[in-house]
């Protein structure tokens, strides 16, 4: 076989399509593989680029391939896509993939250890079950109503709630064994949370630089942790900006003819990770409201005078992901200066 300098593999369950190109750019390699066969076929190949679209599996495939000698770069799947010519087939996205990886502004996404994806892993049970609790309490709640009785909100609550549902007879008793059949369940989830929480604590102190995020007004110990674990080599960045860009902080420019065009934030990069820093946000804003002004400096307090607390939140989270970029490139610690944070250096 001619000498291939470079392999778009596009991944699947059970077949792998694979594109390969020689120093002359022209394709030596266009076949579809099963699982073994592929693992076969790059134990015996000469160690050359491999592409592979960052999915679910990929991380696994890039420590394998990576083992056998062969270097592998991950793609992002919306930089991959313009590259597919026509069509959309297995051979097509292996071919982007070979076209997409030769470009030298090409963003590669890091291959994450299999500790980190423990990690990782930890987070996503966390999130599933606080979203099973959130979606049970509001069903707890629908119920409720329907036999008039109503509770504030929080989670809190929905303890208390039980407990006047088991007080009042006008209830009907088989409404009655429902309830407690749903208080089982809600209990059953609080008691897994707590658990995962305990590992994600523990986690947590054991990294130094996410204990230091953690120092940052409306990060947390969450919110540090997704910083960590889903963030690539912050001096891949060149700013603290960039560093928000990628995060999907940013408005999205749509500017012409010299004609400035900004609109909503692009909502780019990883979803939950952007979710904890606007959440952490909104807390901040809400402490403020309620008259805490600690982490409350010249430039919020304007801020929530001219604008609506919503984009006011957007803001601090980018200046936020700004902050932690800084503290994770230098590897200073967080100064609380509640009257103007110093963000000169976080730009």
Not at 69 to 84: D, E, I
Not at 211 to 229: C, D, E, F, N, T
Request: with cysteine; glycine share 6%; hydrophobic share 45%.
């Amino acid at each position: 076989m001619e000498q291939i300098s470079r392999i778009g593999m596009d991944t699947s369950k059970h077949f792998f399509q694979l594109h390969g190109v020689n120093s002359a750019e022209e394709p030596v390699l266009r076949k579809k593989m099963r699982r073994l066969e592929m693992v076969k076929f790059f134990e015996k190949l000469p160690p050359t680029v491999v592409g592979i679209e960052a999915c679910s599996g990929s991380h696994h495939w890039s420590r394998v391939l990576t083992s056998f000698g062969h270097q592998v770069r991950l793609l992002s799947p919306q930089h991959v896509k313009p590259y597919v010519k026509r069509g959309k087939n297995d051979a097509a996205d292996a071919e982007a993939l070979c076209e997409a990886m030769s470009r030298p502004t090409m963003r590669l996404v890091p291959a994450k250890t299999l500790d980190q994806q423990a990690a990782l892993l930890l987070m996503t049970i966390r999130d599933r079950l606080v979203r099973n609790r959130t979606q049970l309490s509001n069903a707890i709640r629908g119920h409720a109503v329907e036999f008039g009785l109503s509770i504030a909100k929080g989670m809190a609550h929905i303890t208390k709630l039980f407990e006047r549902v088991a007080a009042d007879e006008t209830i009907p008793a088989l409404a009655r064994e429902l309830f407690i059949v749903l208080d089982d369940e809600f209990r059953s989830l609080q008691t897994e949370i707590d658990k995962v929480e305990k590992k994600l604590v523990a986690w947590h102190r054991t990294d130094e630089c996410s204990r230091r995020l953690a120092q940052i007004p409306g990060i947390g110990i969450v919110g540090a942790s997704l910083l960590i674990l889903k963030t690539p080599d912050p001096k891949l960045f060149r700013s603290g900006r960039d560093f928000a860009a990628w995060m999907g902080l940013t408005p999205r420019d749509h500017s012409t003819g010299g004609k400035l065009r900004l609109g909503r934030i692009t909502r780019a990069g990883d979803e939950a990770l952007r979710a904890a820093l606007v959440q952490g946000a909104t807390a901040v804003l809400r402490h403020i409201r309620n008259g805490n002004h600690k982490h409350a400096s010249a430039w919020l307090r304007d801020m929530l005078q001219r604008k609506p607390p919503k984009l006011v939140a957007i803001a601090l989270a980018n200046k936020m992901a700004r902050i932690a970029w800084k503290m994770m490139v230098t590897g200073e610690n967080f100064e609380n200066n509640a009257a103007q944070p110093n963000l000169a250096n976080a730009a």
